[in-house]
C-alpha cells in the first residue's frame, strides 16, 4: 500500500508538471490546475469585512473581499470555499455606502457571492468552535478588511468592529484562538485602523506578559497598534485604491485588483510568494501614510529600546544589511534608491541632507527605518544566546514564511 501511495503521489506530480508546461487550448497560465491545487491541503480562509454601522461601512471594504475572492481564484483555488462574513450579511439591509457619478452618498445591500452571514460575536465563535472540532488540524488564514477602534488605556489591546457598533478586542480575540488544538495554526492579515495592536495574538489571551501560544500564530497588519490606516473610501473606483490590502494580495498573487499583471515577489527565487514577500512588496508598493508590520517585526521592535533603535538607525546600512533575508534586501534596496540614499552611511547621516516633503515619503522614510531595526534586532536576539527569544523569534519567520502553496 504504500508503495503504491508512492507511485500514486508522483504520478500526480508529473501531470501535474505536464498541465503547468503543455498549454491548453492554446492558452498560456502561469498557475497550476484546481486539480493540481486540490492534491495540497488548503487552508481555512475566514474573511471578516466590513464597517459597524452604515455610517461607515465603505463599499471599498466590500471590493476588498471581492478582490480576496478573485485573488483565491487566480492561485487556483474555489472562491466557494472561504467562509465570509460582511457588515449586515444577507439580512436585505441597503447598508454598503457609496458616492455615484452624480457625488451623491448612495446605499446599498452587499453584493456578495457565497457570503454566509453578518460580522456578529456568535458567527465568529461558531466558525472557530467547528475548526477546533476538526479531527485533522489544519492551517487557517484569517483576513480582516474594516474598522478598528483603538484603546486609549491600552494599545496592546486595540479591537476591531463588528456589526451594530460592537467591538471585538485582541484579547478577546486570541481567547478565541486559545480554544484550539495546539497543532493548529492561524496566518493573520488585518488592515484596520490601530492593527498592530493584533500582534499581540501570538500571546496566551492577547496579554504581552503571558507566554506565547502553544498554537503556531503570525500575522500582517497595515500599521502599527498606535496610528490609523487608509482604505476606507466610499469611492467605486477601484483603480484608484492605495491601502495595504490591494498591496498585500497583488504581491502574493502577482496581479493587482484591476487584473493587470505586477514584478514578482518572489524574492528568494524558490518559486513561490511568502506571507513575508508579500508583505515586503506591500512596504514598497503602497503609496500612503501607513507603516506595515508583521508579528516577529512587532516582537522586535518591542526587545529594544529607543536609545538602541537610534544607535541601530547610526549604523552604515551596508553593514546591517549583511545579515538581511531576500524580502528585507528588496525593501531597504527599494527606498534608499527612492530616495537616493548612500549605504555606505548611516540613515540618520543621509537624511540629514534630505527634505522629505510630504506624510508619504515621511512613511516611506519610516518604513526603511523600522526594516533596518528588524534585520539589527534580529541579528542581536540570535547573537544573544538566549534560547528562548531565539526559539519565538525562528517560531515567528517559520511562520511568516508560509504561503497558501
Known sequence: ?????QMRRLLVSVICGLLISVPLSGKVSGQKSQVCQSTKSSPNFLVVGGGGAPSFNEIALEKNVLYFQRTLQFMGYDPKIASIFFANGNDGQASVRYIDLLRRQRFKKPNIPNLKGAITLNNLQRYFQEIAQQKVPQRSFFYFTGHGGRNESDLN?????????QQLSVRDFSQMLDKMPP????????????????A??????????????????CGFFATIKSLPSVGCTPEVNEADYRDYSSSFFAGLSGRDRTGKTVSSADYNKDERVAYAEAHAFAKVDEQSIDLPISTSEAWLQNKFSAQQKKAILNQPISKILQTARPEQLYVVDSLTQKFKLDKQKSVLENLNRKKIKTDEQQAYIRRLQMELINIATEKQIRASGNQNDIAIIERLVKCESGSWK
Request: a positive charge; proline letters at 4%.
Open 1 to 5: 500500500m504504500q508503495y503504491i501511495s
Open 157 to 165: 489591546n486595540n479591537s476591531f468592529y463588528l456589526w451594530n457598533k
Open 183 to 198: 497543532k493548529t495554526s492561524v496566518v493573520a492579515m488585518m488592515a484596520q485602523c490601530f492593527s498592530g495592536s493584533f
Open 200 to 217: 499581540n495574538f501570538i500571546y496566551e489571551g492577547g496579554n504581552p506578559q503571558r507566554p506565547v501560544a502553544l498554537q503556531t500564530r
